[in-house]
């Protein structure tokens, strides 16, 4: 299922502990155990420099409660676009949801269109003080399409139509932000470079707007990822992984280093959340979600 049908629409992998490289393994072991042994650290990841956290959308296949029971058994202590109806089992399970979703029209209608402002203004000013009384921080939104429309007049739309919401955002505390994505796998979607998106954060000039930088999509539009985050980071609140070409693992099989790309991160002194938002290609998928997750400890 493509990630644009998982929003729209809103069998546990086995695990070969001999296989599991370095320090999973002792995590993955407690799966054999009852959860109340399981030790982890909920919502601040499992490494020093980088905190971990993962899309259920790319491992479908796997129940979401079952999903959730082994993020928390291998100290993944967070995951990404979950919405209210979930977020008790989140708590349930002590895993922090990383980036919250639900205010949202859809990836085509967003900010940069006058027509979709008076729902989307009343949405994220029902799901804002949400967001914040759960205990979460991040809530992701879109561009919409260009539809004809020209980037500056785009810009010049979400400029305004956000700060009806921001001040709301800043009073909770709460970070709006808004997702790149490359034009091969989302024709017309506005929001398709840096440049763009940092434009619109120094209009907006909140550190409640921020742009989530997916790394997958912006290697397809941009190139150039590390020095990218070495030069913009501020303006970035959140990352997330694949593998180019294909949306698929980050091992060796694709083009980009992430070891290197985690620690271009890590030096920045980034202490949100990366989440991973590839589609495993293998039978076991969990065993892919753990592999990703060694790569980018650095």
Same mark, same amino acid.
């Given at each position: 299922m493509?990630?644009?049908k998982?929003?729209?629409?809103?069998?546990?992998?086995?695990?070969?502990? /001999?296989?599991?490289?370095?320090s999973?393994?002792?995590?993955a072991? &407690? $799966?054999n155990?009852?959860?109340?042994?399981?030790?982890?650290?909920?919502?601040?990841?499992? !490494?020093?420099k980088?905190?971990?956290s !993962?899309?259920?959308?790319?491992?479908e296949?796997?129940?979401? *409660?079952?999903f959730l029971?082994? $993020?928390r058994?291998?100290g993944?202590?967070?995951?990404?676009?979950v919405?209210?109806? #979930?977020?008790?089992l989140?708590?349930?399970h002590?895993? %922090?949801c990383?980036?919250?979703n639900?205010?949202?029209?859809?990836?085509?209608?967003?900010?940069?269109?006058?027509?979709?402002?008076? &729902?989307?203004i009343?949405?994220?000013?029902? @799901?804002?003080p949400?967001?914040?009384?759960?205990?979460?921080?991040n809530?992701?939104c879109?561009?919409?399409?260009? #539809?004809?429309m020209?980037?500056?007049?785009?810009?010049?739309?979400? !400029?305004s139509? $956000?700060? &009806?919401?921001?001040p709301?955002? +800043?009073?909770? /505390?709460v970070v709006?932000? @808004? +997702?790149?994505?490359?034009?091969i796998d989302?024709?017309?979607?506005m929001?398709?470079?840096?440049?763009?998106?940092?434009?619109?954060? &120094?209009? $907006?000039?909140?550190?409640?707007?921020?742009?989530?930088?997916?790394?997958? %999509? @912006?290697?397809?539009?941009e190139?150039?990822?590390?020095?990218?985050?070495?030069?913009?980071?501020?303006?970035?609140?959140?990352?997330?992984?694949?593998?180019?070409?294909?949306?698929?693992?980050?091992?060796?099989?694709? *083009?980009?280093?992430?070891?290197?790309? @985690?620690q271009?991160?890590?030096?920045?002194g980034f202490?949100?959340f990366?989440?991973? *938002?590839?589609?495993?290609t293998?039978?076991?998928t969990i065993?892919?979600?753990?592999?990703?997750?060694?790569?980018?400890?650095?």
């Open positions: 493509k990630r644009r998982f929003i729209e629409k809103t069998s546990l992998t086995g695990l070969a502990l /001999g296989a599991l490289p370095g999973l393994r002792a995590n072991k &407690q $799966l155990q009852p959860e109340a042994d399981a030790q982890v650290n909920p919502g601040l990841g499992t !490494v020093e980088i905190n971990h !993962v899309c259920h959308w790319c491992f296949d796997i129940p979401f *409660e079952e029971i082994t $993020l058994r291998l993944i202590g967070a995951i990404d676009l919405g209210p109806k #979930d977020w008790p989140l708590k349930k002590n895993i %922090h990383s980036m919250c639900g205010a949202e029209l859809s990836l085509v209608e967003g900010w940069n269109n006058p027509e979709y402002h008076p &729902q989307l009343e949405n994220y000013k029902a @799901m804002i949400l967001v914040a009384e759960a205990g979460y921080t809530l992701i879109f561009s919409g399409n260009r #539809d004809g020209s980037d500056a007049e785009g810009l010049a739309n979400c !400029v139509g $956000l700060r &009806q919401v921001l709301l955002a +800043e009073k909770h /505390g709006l932000q @808004m +997702e790149l994505f490359n034009q989302h024709p017309d979607y929001c398709d470079n840096s440049a763009w998106g940092i434009a619109l954060c &120094q209009a $907006l000039g909140s550190e409640n707007f921020k742009l989530l930088f997916d790394i997958y %999509h @912006m290697q397809i539009q190139g150039d990822i590390i020095r990218s985050i070495q030069n913009n980071h501020q303006y970035f609140g959140h990352y997330h992984t694949a593998g180019v070409p294909g949306r698929h693992e980050i091992d060796e099989t694709q *083009e980009l280093y992430y070891p290197a790309i @985690m271009a991160i890590a030096q920045t202490n949100g990366v989440a991973q *938002e590839f589609i495993p293998g039978s076991d065993a892919s979600l753990i592999r990703a997750i060694e790569i980018c400890d650095v």
